[in-house]
Antibody
């Protein structure tokens, strides 16, 4: 059974960089796309971006100038960096696996981690 | 961006009822549509992919249909554990976008 676990600081100061890591267990990171999705408190879901295990990335254009997703295959991990954060970036951040069956869908998710942007 | 609009935004129903949630895309997405269920404090769970394919382990009372711009999620014979928020999501192009969610409440 594939499991994902997010880790990283729960509090980030405005203008600083949010950094999260997702550790994948129970399966290999190879052969899949890996994604970050966030959800502000009480609101809906926003897709941040994908990375293919080979390193190819796809970002949401609304965040692209501030986002970097990278993969660390030897550690079975991938990570998110979001720069110049503001209060609007406060959200639960989920990592997820994107499987393909002719199309991509998110079949495994981490439990989510709340990141608050505040001084 | 492709806008995904769900209706209704909230819905009250009773155990045993049949409910239908609708998702409309702002342009054709063929069958590139997925449905998720989210319970409070939990991550979303994949129910349906490619508009009508049931994810492994999901009860058969859940079904999806539609293509192009209009899609539906149907739950037959609601169970207590089905009361949750449901989201549609398109995988047709970048950025991937979700509907605003439909909260299914107990009547």
């Amino acid at each position: 059974q594939v499991q994902l676990q997010e880790s990283g600081p729960g509090l980030v100061k405005p203008s600083e960089t949010l950094s999260l890591t997702c550790t994948v267990s129970g399966g290999s990171i190879s052969g899949y796309y890996w994604s970050w999705i966030r959800q502000p408190p009480g609101k809906g879901l926003e897709w941040i971006g994908y990375i293919y295990y080979s390193g190819t990335t796809y970002y949401n254009p609304s965040l692209e100038s501030r986002v970097t997703i990278s993969v660390h295959t030897s550690k079975n991990q991938f990570s998110l960096k979001l720069t110049s954060v503001t209060a609007a970036d406060t959200a639960v951040y989920y990592c997820a696996r994107a499987a393909t069956h002719g199309m991509l869908f998110f079949d495994y998710w981490g439990q989510g981690t709340l990141v608050t942007v505040s001084s | 961006d492709i806008q995904m609009t769900q209706s209704p935004s909230s819905l009250s129903a009773s155990v045993g009822d049949r409910v239908t949630i609708t998702c409309r895309a702002s342009q054709s997405i063929t069958s590139y549509l997925n449905w998720y269920q989210q319970k409070p404090g939990k991550a979303p769970k994949l129910l349906i992919y490619a508009a009508s394919s049931l994810q492994s382990g999901v009860p058969s009372r859940f079904s999806g249909s539609g293509s192009g711009t209009d899609f539906t999620l149907t739950i037959t014979s609601l169970q207590p554990e089905d009361f949750a928020t449901y989201y549609c999501q398109q995988s047709y192009n970048i950025p991937r976008t979700f509907g605003q969610g439909t909260e299914l409440e107990i009547k």
